[in-house]
C-alpha cells in the first residue's frame, strides 16, 4: 500500500512539473518565471528523495540537500538583483 502511495505522489509531483514549467514559459513578468523555477527546483528535490527511497540508497538523499541549498542561494541570488541589483 504505501508504495502505491508513493507511485501516485510521483505521478501528482510529475503533473506539477509540468504546470510550473508551462508557468515558467508564459510567465508574463521575471517574477513568476522565479517563481515557478523555485517550485521546480522543490518538486525535482522531492523526486530525487522519492527515488532514493525507492532504490533504497540514501545517498540521493544527500543529493537532495545538497541541491535544495544551492537552489536556495540560487534564488536569493536572483531575488536580490531583481530588488536592487548585485
Same mark, same amino acid.
Given at each position: 500500500m504505501a508504495e502505491f502511495i508513493f507511485a501516485?505522489?510521483?505521478c501528482f509531483m510529475l503533473i506539477?512539473? !509540468?504546470i510550473t514549467m508551462l508557468r515558467f514559459i508564459l510567465g508574463p513578468s521575471v517574477v513568476d518565471r522565479v517563481i515557478a523555477f523555485d517550485t521546480m527546483t522543490i518538486i525535482t528535490l522531492s523526486l530525487v528523495a522519492a527515488i532514493g527511497h525507492f532504490s533504497g540508497r540514501f545517498i540521493y538523499l544527500d543529493v537532495a540537500l545538497v541541491y535544495g541549498l !544551492?537552489?536556495?542561494l540560487g534564488v536569493v541570488a536572483v531575488a536580490r538583483y531583481l530588488e536592487n541589483g548585485l
Amino acid at each position: 500500500m504505501a508504495e502505491f502511495i508513493f507511485a501516485v505522489a510521483t505521478c501528482f509531483m510529475l503533473i506539477g512539473i !509540468l504546470i510550473t514549467m508551462l508557468r515558467f514559459i508564459l510567465g508574463p513578468s521575471v517574477v513568476d518565471r522565479v517563481i515557478a523555477f523555485d517550485t521546480m527546483t522543490i518538486i525535482t528535490l522531492s523526486l530525487v528523495a522519492a527515488i532514493g527511497h525507492f532504490s533504497g540508497r540514501f545517498i540521493y538523499l544527500d543529493v537532495a540537500l545538497v541541491y535544495g541549498l !544551492l537552489s536556495f542561494l540560487g534564488v536569493v541570488a536572483v531575488a536580490r538583483y531583481l530588488e536592487n541589483g548585485l
